[in-house]
Structure formats: structure tokens, C-alpha cells
């Protein structure tokens, strides 16, 4: 069995996440208390109990679901893991690729928590609220919706966000070119296109001021090689060296979460088992849409540390 980790992006997050991890397991504590203090404020209190509107903001549902999949990470460590040995891969979706680094070893848990608060309020702070949008186009080929896209971009930026499989594609840029990429979906067959809940166009070029901002952040930053590859999202392969990997989180700013191609490329590399750590299900949904011979299995809470123990270490 050839195993990788994944790890959860923003709108996975849940008032409650990882409060049983907490209340269970010391290492889980642990983690929250380190995410706490590097960041100056409780926001392990959020995580666990709200408000929920408090949580959903970009600046703190980053390091929150960040803080979530470590402390997973940590009970199974505790319990026995050894990532190196039994984990062939990590990747996560946007900001889960920082988590998914945080637990190869690339970043301190310290360092990750900062790195994502910057990354938040920096996402926020680039463009005006209202300004820019996303939408969600079911139905239609990657192709078609570059054309659409194209087409649309005579009225402001925009591009592919989220390539996430099963025939989801995201969009970002400016909010009317989004606005009529949406309609021309919906006219060329797509099921459905709807404009999505989202403060900021994540993922597309007007998101350069959150590149440069990160680029700053993370020179910075001390960065360690990750123990097992990343398969990075800009580029759908393995990266190994943290050099270039900091160089890939610049770009992933601006550039499309390549998410189909990733589990295309486990699937076609030998990859039998996605363990997907942290809180929610939903890249173990896509999992299923994407590839049904790749598995895929949530550890999101002490209930499943058990059975993913028993899988991981026979």
C-alpha cells in the first residue's frame, strides 16, 4: 500500500473542529497552545466555539485548519507514525499545502501559523470588498471553461482558480468578467454556475499584491527540505527542495489549484490510499469522483485515530 496525506483548504473549517483531540490527546493540546501563542491570541477559543463568522474570516480560518490538521498529525505520531517511512506524499488544497509542508518538516508549527495569518489578512487586504468574485461552473471541460474565461476577461481578469475534478471548476477574478464567465457556462451546457460566498478572488492575478506580500514573508522564513515529497499545487508533480517549494507558494497565490491533476498523478504513480488529515470530508470526496482505484479516508476527529492507525501500521 502506498499511502499520502492530504490536508483540507478553507471552507472545510467548522465551529467544534478538533475540540475532542484537544480534550483527549495532550499532543493536540499542544498544538493549539504553540498556534496560540505564535499568533498572540487565543485562537484556539475560535476554533472551538465560535463565533462561526469569526472563524470564517480568511485571516483566521487559515491557521485554524492548519492547527487542526497538525494536531491530528501529532496524535498519530504519538501513537506510532513515522511519516517518513509509512507516508510516500503529502499535498493539500491551497492553504492545506502549508500544512501539508508544516507536517513534512519544511515549516515550524510557529512559523506556519504566522506564515498563514500573513497569507489571510494579505488575501483580504488585496482587493476592495465587492470588487472581485468566484463561481463555481458544474459540467463543463477544462477547456471549455479556458475559453470562457478568455471570452469573458474583456470585462476584467479572469482564470481558473480550482481545478477540483468530477467536473467542478472554480473561477476568480474581477466580479463582472466572473459575473458573465457564469452566464456563458450556464448557455454552453454547463449544469450548474453559481457565484460562491467568498470575501476575495482567490487564485487569480489580482491576488499579485498577496504573492508579493508572501514572497517577502516567507524569504524570512527558515525552510527546511520536506521528508517526503509535496506534490506542489501549481504544478501537479513532486517537488522536493524548499527553495523551490517557497518559490511555488508565490505562484499559488495568483495560479490554479491544480487538484484533479493531483490525484490523477497518484493514481498514476501507484498511490493506493489518501488519508485526508484534518477537519472535513471533501477532498475525500473528490477523491472518489476523480479516481475511484485511489481511496480515500478522513482522520478528522479521536474516533478515527484508531482505524487509521491500523491501516497505516498494519
Known amino acids: 500500500m502506498t499511502v499520502a496525506f492530504t490536508f483540507p483548504g478553507q471552507g472545510s473549517q467548522s465551529v467544534g473542529m478538533g475540540k475532542d483531540l484537544a480534550e483527549n490527546f495532550p499532543e493536540a493540546?499542544?498544538?493549539?497552545?504553540?498556534?496560540d501563542d505564535a499568533l498572540s491570541e487565543k485562537l484556539s477559543e475560535t476554533i472551538f466555539s465560535g463565533p462561526e463568522d469569526?472563524?470564517?474570516?480568511?485571516a483566521n480560518a487559515q491557521p485554524a485548519l492548519m492547527a487542526v490538521s497538525i494536531a491530528v498529525l501529532k496524535v498519530l505520531e504519538a501513537k506510532g507514525l513515522d511519516l517518513k517511512s509509512k507516508v510516500s506524499y503529502?499535498?493539500?488544497?491551497?492553504?492545506?499545502?502549508?500544512?501539508?509542508?508544516?507536517?513534512?518538516?519544511?515549516?515550524?508549527?510557529?512559523?506556519?501559523?504566522?506564515?498563514?495569518?500573513?497569507?489571510?489578512?494579505?488575501?483580504?487586504?488585496?482587493v476592495p470588498v465587492g470588487a472581485g468574485a468566484m463561481a463555481a461552473i458544474i459540467g463543463l471541460e477544462h477547456g471549455d471553461v479556458v475559453a470562457i474565461c478568455k471570452e469573458a476577461s474583456v470585462l476584467g481578469a479572469c482564470q481558473i482558480a480550482n481545478d477540483n475534478g468530477g467536473g467542478q471548476l472554480v473561477i476568480s477574478g474581477e466580479k463582472a468578467a466572473v459575473e458573465k464567465a457564469a452566464l456563458l457556462a450556464t448557455d454552453r451546457g454547463a449544469k450548474r454556475a453559481i457565484l460562491l460566498p467568498v470575501?476575495?478572488?482567490?487564485?487569480?492575478?489580482?491576488?499579485?499584491p498577496a504573492a508579493d506580500a508572501m514572497r517577502e514573508a516567507l524569504?524570512?522564513?527558515?525552510?527546511?527540505?520536506?521528508?517526503v515529497p509535496l506534490i506542489a499545487n501549481v504544478r501537479a508533480a513532486p517537488v522536493t527542495e524548499a527553495d523551490v517549494i517557497a518559490k511555488l507558494l508565490v505562484e499559488q497565490v495568483t495560479g490554479q489549484v491544480r487538484w484533479r491533476?493531483?490525484?490523477?498523478?497518484?493514481?498514476?504513480?501507484n498511490v493506493t490510499t489518501l488519508y485526508e488529515i484534518g477537519t472535513g470530508?471533501?477532498?475525500?470526496?473528490?477523491?472518489?469522483?476523480?479516481?475511484k482505484s485511489v481511496a480515500g479516508i478522513a482522520v478528522n476527529a479521536s474516533a478515527d485515530i484508531d482505524a487509521a492507525l491500523t491501516g497505516l501500521l498494519g
Open 219 to 227: 524569504a524570512g522564513v527558515a525552510k527546511k527540505d520536506p521528508v
Open 261 to 269: 491533476e493531483t490525484v490523477e498523478w497518484f493514481a498514476a504513480n
Open 54 to 58: 469569526k472563524l470564517t474570516l480568511t
Open 199 to 208: 470575501s476575495a478572488p482567490f487564485h487569480s492575478t489580482l491576488m499579485q
Open 90 to 126: 503529502v499535498a493539500g488544497h491551497s492553504l492545506g499545502e502549508y500544512s501539508a509542508l508544516c507536517a513534512a518538516g519544511t515549516f515550524s508549527l510557529a512559523d506556519t501559523a504566522r506564515l498563514l495569518r500573513i497569507r489571510g489578512n494579505a488575501m483580504q487586504a488585496a
Open 281 to 291: 470530508k471533501v477532498l475525500t470526496g473528490l477523491a472518489r469522483r476523480i479516481d
Open 29 to 35: 493540546r499542544a498544538v493549539f497552545a504553540e498556534v
